[in-house]
């Protein structure tokens, strides 16, 4: 059995029917999911794809989370070592070069600076000590010269993965209205089908509300047509649909991205990144994972510092 993404539009009793009946089976089951209470639940072995590598937990996410940052957590201090390591073989190098060079120095010095009372065998002595110094030094380069590449290439080894994902700062201008959407039907349908009668509510700014129900009570069809009703410019609202947009409608939205003022751009780019996608990834994929897509939305909107969210699942 093969499950991509199984609890998407799912309410909270169809979850729990769905995790019931799978929890029984008794075959062999693959899953991907973002649904990490469900993936605990049912999985016993975790597949990890990233960054083009493919790597085998036990468990279920959490605990093969907590294994593959440990694994991460290793890899950095090996990293880290293995950077200090090069620093410390460059600076002997620098140094032993540095003493090479001022060998050499003395031994031209020493050829031109013969005294009156200086014996030849005196001179002779002193420069070839010098001569024999420098020599030793000359040595000690080439050594350090191959330690250095051999540090340099054990470090190369060693790909650590750059993070994606972190903490979001959303810039936040207050609504000049106090009302920002406003909402009075008779009768709300689907179709023919009458979902509510005498709907009637309306959204300040500083609200934060939550729409919930069971599938297909009129959830998505109540925020259809209060976007109908929005006050605000749709500049200034990111209405997130259910629906994923549609190929022509992504291309779309990578034209308009491109397009944005530079600093408004790199904004989203950054945003999009926080959320962890990679902005040239993103931009440069005729065909975005859904995921990515909805990342894109979102920077989008919250770069643009939307007054109004109206986020469908």
């Known amino acids: 059995?093969?499950?991509?993404?199984?609890?998407?539009?799912?309410?909270?009793?169809?979850?729990?029917l769905l995790v019931e009946s799978l929890r029984r089976y008794d075959g062999?089951?693959?899953?991907?999911?973002?649904?990490?209470?469900?993936?605990?639940?049912?999985?016993?072995?975790?597949?990890?794809?990233?960054?083009?590598?493919?790597?085998?937990?036990?468990?279920?996410?959490?605990?093969?989370?907590?294994q593959w940052n440990a694994d991460a957590d290793e890899l950095r201090a090996r990293?880290?070592?293995?950077?200090?390591?090069?620093e410390r073989v460059a600076a002997r190098l620098a140094r032993t070069?540095?003493?090479?060079?001022?060998?050499?120095?003395?031994?031209?010095?020493?050829?031109?600076?013969?005294?009156?009372k200086d014996s030849d065998a005196r001179t002779v002595s002193a420069k070839a000590r010098v001569v024999k110094g420098e020599r030793r030094l000359s040595k000690q380069v080439t050594l350090l010269g191959r330690e250095l590449s051999r540090a340099q290439e054990s470090r190369a080894s060693i790909v650590?993965?750059?993070?994606?994902?972190?903490?979001?700062?959303?810039?936040?201008?207050?609504?000049?209205?106090?009302?920002?959407?406003?909402?009075?039907?008779?009768v709300l349908k689907a179709g023919e089908r009458v979902l509510a009668t005498d709907v009637r509510f309306q959204i300040e700014r500083g609200s934060r509300v939550r729409l919930a129900g069971p599938n297909g009570s009129g959830k998505t069809t109540l925020l259809r047509a209060a976007m109908e009703r929005c006050r605000l410019p749709a500049a200034e609202v990111l209405y997130l649909e259910q629906e994923l947009a549609t190929p022509a409608e992504v291309q779309s939205l990578q034209e308009r991205t491109r397009e944005l003022p530079a600093a408004l751009?790199?904004?989203?780019?950054?945003?999009?990144?926080?959320?962890?996608?990679?902005?040239?990834?993103?931009?440069?994929?005729?065909?975005?994972?859904?995921?990515?897509?909805?990342?894109?939305?979102?920077?989008?909107?919250?770069?643009?510092?939307v007054k109004l969210l109206v986020l469908d699942e």
């Open 160 to 186: 650590v993965e750059t993070e994606r994902g972190r903490s979001l700062f959303v810039d936040f201008q207050r609504a000049s209205r106090r009302v920002l959407l406003s909402v009075q039907l008779p």
């Open 97 to 116: 070069r540095g003493q090479r060079a001022e060998a050499g120095t003395q031994i031209s010095t020493r050829a031109r600076m013969k005294g009156p």
């Open 1 to 16: 059995m093969f499950l991509d993404e199984p609890t998407n539009h799912l309410d909270a009793d169809a979850v729990g």
């Open 28 to 66: 062999i089951g693959v899953v991907v999911s973002h649904d990490r209470g469900l993936l605990d639940v049912l999985t016993t072995q975790t597949v990890r794809v990233r960054a083009g590598r493919i790597a085998t937990y036990p468990g279920g996410y959490s605990a093969a989370r907590a």
């Open 265 to 305: 751009r790199s904004r989203v780019f950054h945003l999009l990144a926080a959320l962890g996608a990679s902005p040239e990834r993103v931009m440069a994929s005729g065909q975005p994972s859904p995921g990515e897509v909805r990342k894109l939305q979102l920077a989008w909107g919250l770069g643009r510092s």
């Open 79 to 86: 990293a880290t070592h293995a950077s200090r390591q090069v």
